[in-house]
């Protein structure tokens, strides 16, 4: 098989597992979106307005709309030109079997720039954190900055350390309180009490 | 000349009392310390003692404030080193190589370069304003609206192309960032934009709130989710400065200094741009290490440091001769200073020109405070990354939340930082440009304003943008950076496109020993 005919093979990746190219398209229905709110802008009220309201997010919509386009044609052009590269070698059937095999850094066949390969985040990981997060936003008012702040801390230092639980018990009642005293009695910026409301 | 050094012998001898040299390094000392706290950058320094110092006469108060401006600059470029955490945007572009350089061991060089950086930088800046002012004001009021639009957008289009990475991401970070800068009510109309009907959104996207959730909460999410990376220990390394780390720094400092003390000048711009500016030149010059940029090259922190603080002392040039803020730090001390009862601009330095070198001697001594405080500290701050990483990042997101809800004291904009936090670590993941977005969104308003007002000047005739000589040239280099990295593409491509066609040609060497 020679280069040109693997140009026509119907098993070539375009899409899937070609985040470049994923992306390229979210960001053209970003900017699609983006265009169809800056439309709906209410225009000036003043009659010799010379550049409407919804001019310059109409211009930075269709610059996302042609940008996104072009990186995912620029990715799967380049995703095309290496399967091209490695056809007939067993290197390249691997990575067509599997494509994350040829792309370590996980940000795309192509496009990335010679960006550094970057480790895999762990899901569950992730979505512990996401969720410690929403909770510390969530309970931050009516809890109060030291008890919200000292359950985020504690909870998330024991989920990656359960093996100093007095350490961590430390670091959390030093930080939140340490930080509330500050901001409270020394730059006069007033936190939320919540349940500690009986603190001076 | 003699006049000019015998005010500044005057006011050196205002500005050097026990009393007015404590101020400063109280103001030194403040600004560092909450420069260090994400989120809260000059601004926030500067308002927090801005009631101490109407306690004091007016020298002493300007005096302290203007050590608060400096102390905060080189406070948010420690954070933006250790932990990606840039205080303000003057440190955004730190966060590329200095954070590299910490994760490598080299926390210590890189602070260290930033504290002399900043330190030359800012001295050499003081020296300039002290004697060019006059002439420099003179020459930014030559740029007219037509000239900082095209300017603004040369300086986005160079960043966009010249970063590490992918230039068509850049792009897309740009006009993200451009994007989000519409958001709220138009200046100019006072219509609300792309606001949903939310009325939190009518005064559109805090920058701080922005580059705090794309870059400290992203990272933390970054590292507290990658297995076995939370556990492990981070390399403090060696805390000083090698023969090899000054030899490196030197070019880059003076550079830094020149680009950024220019580009201060520019009244609305600010030093802002200058450390993006530095970064660029950095890379572009530096032939020999242009591949270690964006992987820990000490040049790109120690340009955009020098830049960084050069930049602030090229700001204040338009504030006292013309009266004009350079940027937003600068707008508040032009509050400061007509709460005072003192009106900048030209008659300033006739009518009280006591005043303005008494500020500008204790400009020279702030900065000898801000190398005598922080450069001893270099250890100590190095120190903090031997917090175990899920306390520090744990840490550093509790700032983060802080930082945001201090801001406005608004729950809604805890919502915001998390969906900005998602969007940073998205960028991160797929390696579009952070940076880029957070200087598309400092411009953007900025980009719109100047085009406004061209357009409104000529109205509505562009033919406003190649008027003048200088936005000529300027309109010109846009052309040459748009289409220089468009040719070089087309080259490489005829240039892989060669062994192609002659592997695929019959008989050829290549494509007899494939079949």
Redesign the interface.
């Known amino acids: 098989m020679t280069g040109i005919e693997s140009r026509e093979s119907p098993r070539l990746p375009l899409l899937r597992g070609n985040a470049d190219a994923v992306a390229g398209l979210v960001v053209a229905a970003f900017g699609v979106f983006f265009a169809v709110a800056a439309v709906n802008v209410e225009a000036s009220p003043f009659a010799n307005t010379v550049l409407e309201p919804g001019d310059l997010p109409l211009v930075v919509a269709v610059g996302l709309i042609v940008a996104g386009l072009a990186l995912t044609v620029q990715s799967v052009v380049r995703a095309r030109r290496r399967a091209v590269d490695v056809v007939g070698a067993a290197a390249g059937r691997a990575a067509r079997a599997d494509p994350a095999a040829s792309d370590p850094a996980g940000s795309g066949v192509a496009g990335s720039g010679g960006a550094e390969p970057r480790p895999r985040p762990d899901r569950r990981d992730l979505l512990v954190y996401g969720a410690l997060l929403v909770g510390y936003v969530l309970t931050l008012i009516p809890l109060g900055y030291i008890a919200s702040t000292f359950v985020f801390i504690l909870v998330g230092s024991m989920y990656h350390d359960r093996l100093h639980l007095v350490r961590n018990v430390v670091y959390a009642v030093v930080f939140s309180m340490g930080v509330f005293v500050v901001f409270n009695y020394a730059l006069g910026v007033i936190l939320p009490p919540g349940v500690m409301g009986f603190m001076p | 000349m003699t006049d000019i050094l015998g005010d500044l012998a005057t006011g050196f001898g205002h500005a050097l009392t026990p009393a007015n040299i404590g101020w400063v390094l109280l103001g030194v000392l403040v600004g560092t310390v909450v420069g260090v706290l994400p989120g809260l950058g000059s601004i926030t320094a500067i308002a927090?003692l801005i009631p101490v110092a109407f306690g004091l006469d007016p020298l002493s108060g300007l005096i302290m404030l203007c050590g608060v401006y400096f102390g905060s600059q080189y406070g948010s470029s420690t954070t933006a080193i250790l932990v990606q955490t840039p205080g303000d945007m003057g440190s955004v572009v730190t966060t590329i190589d200095g954070h590299e350089m910490a994760k490598g061991g080299r926390a210590g060089p890189a602070l260290a370069t930033a504290a002399i950086g900043s330190f030359l930088a800012g001295t050499l800046s003081v020296v300039a304003l002290t004697f060019l002012s006059p002439w420099l004001a003179d020459a930014a009021l030559q740029l007219g609206a037509a000239e900082y639009f095209l300017l603004m957008l040369l300086a986005l289009l160079l960043v966009s192309t010249l970063t590490?990475?992918?230039?068509?991401?850049a792009?897309?970070s740009a006009?993200?960032g451009?994007?989000l800068a519409?958001v709220g009510i138009?200046p100019?109309?006072?219509?609300?934009?792309?606001t949903?009907g939310s009325l939190e959104l009518s005064s559109g996207f805090d920058f701080a709130l922005v580059a705090i959730s794309i870059f400290a909460?992203a990272e933390?999410?970054?590292v507290?989710?990658?297995?076995g990376?939370?556990?492990e220990k981070r390399e403090v390394g060696r805390i000083w400065m090698s023969k090899e780390d000054w030899r490196r720094s030197a070019g880059p400092w003076g550079r830094g200094s020149v680009v950024g003390f220019v580009i201060g000048v520019m009244p609305g711009i600010g030093p802002s741009l200058a450390s993006y500016v530095s970064y660029i030149l950095e890379k572009t010059v530096n032939r020999k290490h242009r591949r270690e940029f964006?992987?820990g090259a000490i040049e790109g922190v120690a340009g955009p440091e020098a830049a960084n603080n050069a930049g602030v002392g090229g700001a204040l040039v338009p504030m006292f001769t013309l009266g004009i803020p350079g940027s937003s730090t600068t707008a508040l001390l032009l509050f400061v200073f007509t709460m005072y009862g003192l009106q900048p601009g030209p008659q300033l330095l006739e009518t009280n020109s006591t005043l303005v070198f008494g500020i500008i001697a204790s400009l020279y001594i702030g900065n000898v405070a801000l190398l005598a405080l922080n450069l001893p500290l270099v250890g100590l701050f190095a120190q903090l990354l031997r917090i175990?990483?899920?306390?520090l990042y744990?840490?550093v997101?509790?700032?983060a939340?802080?930082g945001v809800?201090?801001l406005k004291f608004s729950?809604f904009d805890?919502?915001v930082?998390?969906a900005f936090?998602v969007l940073g670590f998205l960028i991160?993941?797929?390696?579009?440009s952070a940076a880029t977005l957070v200087l598309g969104m400092v411009l953007?308003p900025l980009?719109?304003q100047n085009?406004?007002r061209a357009?409104?000047i000529s109205?509505?005739d562009p033919a406003v943008f190649v008027e003048r000589p200088i936005s000529r040239v300027l309109v010109v280099l846009i052309v040459v950076v748009l289409l220089v990295p468009l040719l070089s593409l087309l080259a490489r491509r005829r240039r892989?496109r060669r062994p192609?066609v002659d592997?695929?040609a019959p008989g050829s060497e290549r494509?007899e020993k494939?079949?």
């Not at chain 2, 590490?164 to 991401?169: D, F, P």
């Not at chain 2, 100019?188 to 792309?194: A, C, I, T």
Request: charged residues 15%.
């Open positions: 927090l590490t990475g992918s230039s068509l991401k792009v897309i006009l993200i451009l994007a519409t138009n100019g109309s006072g219509v609300p934009r792309l949903f909460v933390a999410a970054r507290l989710s990658v297995r990376r939370s556990a964006g992987k175990p990483t899920p306390h744990l840490g997101t509790a700032f939340v802080l809800y201090v729950q805890l919502y930082m998390i936090g991160a993941r797929y390696g579009f953007g980009l719109e085009l406004e357009l409104n109205g509505g892989d192609l592997a695929a494509a494939k079949e």
